[in-house]
């Protein structure tokens, strides 16, 4: 079945570390890709989005992700994490020719920073 | 202050009693969406509306009711609710392709 995969379940870093939360998908064709953060208690947010363009992009908090198509991934990144970006990481894709409804969320990637 | 909110946060009910969570939007965003998390399964999708008195189901429908009367409102009732279906849920809005959560409601059946 088509799907977003996010392979990385719980990932422990420590302060200043580097991220990288991977994020693959199933689906042929044109895709719109997402970040949401969930933070401890709080609801989903966008963190970043790809439409078209620069597959290199910038989001909030000092998060990128870059899409390569050819492997289908939308990985995202961090070059040095903080205490404060503790939380629950999801991936998610809009299939080609799909509308806002068809949007399909990895299982997510929980985040734990180390101070 | 604009945004989202669900009622109840919290809800303890018993198998087999019908339960209704309720969502709010101040938007008027076209598209509003309800899911369920769940450890190992992420966010599913529940059923959706494209707009008052337009819905449908999604990836997990069975037992659970939407309707849509008012574009601001988009109330989920379970209908005689089940152990299965204690879960986070969360009620969604949009407009193009950005999503606006809500808090969540953590329902939990006994």
């Known amino acids: 079945a088509q799907s977003v995969s996010q392979h990385n379940h719980h990932v422990i870093l420590s302060e200043a570390a580097s991220l990288e939360l991977g994020c693959n998908y199933s689906?042929?064709?044109?895709?719109?890709l997402f970040w949401y953060v969930q933070y401890p208690g709080q609801h989903l947010q966008l963190l970043l989005k790809?439409?078209?363009?620069?597959?290199l992009v910038k989001g909030i908090k000092g998060f990128e992700a870059e899409f390569i198509k050819s492997k289908f991934s939308f990985n995202l990144r961090k070059p040095s994490v903080q205490w404060s970006d503790t939380a629950e990481y999801f991936c998610?894709?809009?299939?080609?020719?799909?509308?806002?409804?068809?949007?399909?969320f990895g299982t997510g990637t929980k985040l734990q920073v180390i101070p | 202050d604009a945004g989202i909110t669900q009622s109840p946060r919290y809800k303890i009910t018993e198998t087999g009693r019908q339960v209704t969570l309720m969502c709010h939007q101040t938007?008027?965003?076209?598209?509003m969406f309800w899911y369920r998390q769940d450890l190992g399964h992420g966010l599913r999708l529940i059923y959706y509306s494209a707009a008052a008195d337009i819905t449908d189901k999604g990836e997990v429908p069975d037992g659970y009711v939407v309707s849509r009367s008012k574009t601001e409102n988009f109330p989920l009732t379970l209908e005689s609710a089940t152990r299965s279906q204690t879960s986070v849920y969360f009620c969604?809005?949009?407009?193009?392709?950005?999503?606006?959560f809500g808090p969540g409601t953590r329902l939990t059946v006994t």
């Open positions: 938007w008027s965003h076209s598209y």
């Open positions: 689906y042929g064709g044109t895709v719109n």
């Open positions: 998610a894709v809009i299939p080609p020719l799909g509308g806002y409804q068809k949007v399909t």
């Open positions: 969604a809005s949009s407009e193009m392709y950005e999503q606006y």
């Open positions: 790809y439409f078209s363009g620069d597959p």
